[in-house]
């Protein structure tokens, strides 16, 4: 990935979301598509179509607390697919090397 230099200032952020949230949300998103953007190619649809989601999930969610909720639940749908394939790809390392010739023998 292309080096993004971002330093996070969530105190500058809350006061923006605060007293210009229109200003808060353009910000964001300028935000976002440059993180995007600084992503390698073959990334960069995956990422755009992960925000979409989770900026339905957000609206979808109708507060805070639940959009975030939501996310969690979405990350660790990841996750345990993830997890499962993992074990797969265990299985399947295990059982190759059961057919390859042991050395020393």
């Given at each position: 990935?292309?080096q993004f230099?971002?330093?996070?200032?969530?105190?500058?952020?809350?006061?923006?979301a605060?007293?210009?949230?229109?200003?808060?949300?353009?910000?964001?998103?300028?935000?976002?598509?440059?993180?995007?953007?600084?992503a390698?190619?073959?990334?960069?649809?995956?990422?755009?179509?992960?925000?979409?989601?989770?900026?339905?999930?957000?609206?979808?969610?109708?507060?805070?607390?639940?959009?975030?909720?939501?996310?969690?639940?979405?990350?660790?749908?990841?996750?345990?697919?993830l997890?499962?394939?993992?074990?797969?790809l265990?299985?399947?390392?295990?059982?190759?090397?059961?057919?390859?010739?042991?050395?020393?023998?």
């Amino acid at each position: 990935m292309a080096q993004f230099d971002f330093e996070f200032d969530f105190d500058q952020w809350r006061t923006l979301a605060e007293k210009d949230p229109a200003a808060f949300f353009a910000a964001r998103s300028t935000l976002l598509a440059e993180f995007i953007a600084s992503a390698p190619p073959r990334l960069r649809g995956e990422l755009e179509v992960l925000q979409t989601m989770v900026d339905h999930s957000r609206v979808e969610a109708g507060t805070p607390d639940k959009a975030a909720a939501c996310i969690m639940g979405m990350m660790a749908d990841h996750l345990s697919a993830l997890a499962t394939h993992m074990a797969d790809l265990q299985t399947q390392s295990r059982e190759l090397a059961a057919l390859l010739p042991r050395s020393g023998a």
